[in-house]
Nanobody, 120 residues
């Protein structure tokens, strides 16, 4: 059994910052790609940022230069530092990871989501 647990969401004013964390736990052998997605009201879920096991990163155009994804492999944790936040960043943010469990099977997992609201 593997779980992804997000934390760090909340309400912040435009221009502010938030740092999301997502910790994976369970019978983990290794973690490959980790990523953050978001779903805004009335919109489809979109990929925000991803990071490979080797540390290569990618970002949606809408967040480049403002968001930074990182990971701590020793802690099985991925982070999303969000700066210069805009009202259009308001969404539920979901953690996603490709995890190989003990015993060898590679599967994709989702966290439960954390609400981020940007409003004055």
């Amino acid at each position: 059994q593997v779980q992804l647990v997000e934390s760090g969401g909340g309400l912040v004013q435009p221009g502010g910052s938030l740092r999301l964390s997502c910790a994976a736990s369970g019978s983990i052998f290794s973690i490959q790609t980790m990523a953050w997605y978001r779903r805004a009201p009335g919109r489809q879920r979109e990929l925000v940022a991803g990071i490979s096991s080797g540390g290569s990163t990618s970002y949606a155009d809408s967040v480049k230069g403002r968001f930074a994804i990182s990971r701590d492999n020793a802690k099985n944790t991925v982070y999303l530092q969000m700066n210069s936040l805009k009202p259009e960043d308001t969404a539920v943010y979901y953690c996603n990871a490709d995890i190989r469990i003990v015993g060898g099977r590679l599967s994709n997992y989702w966290g439960q989501g954390t609400q981020v609201t940007i409003s004055s």
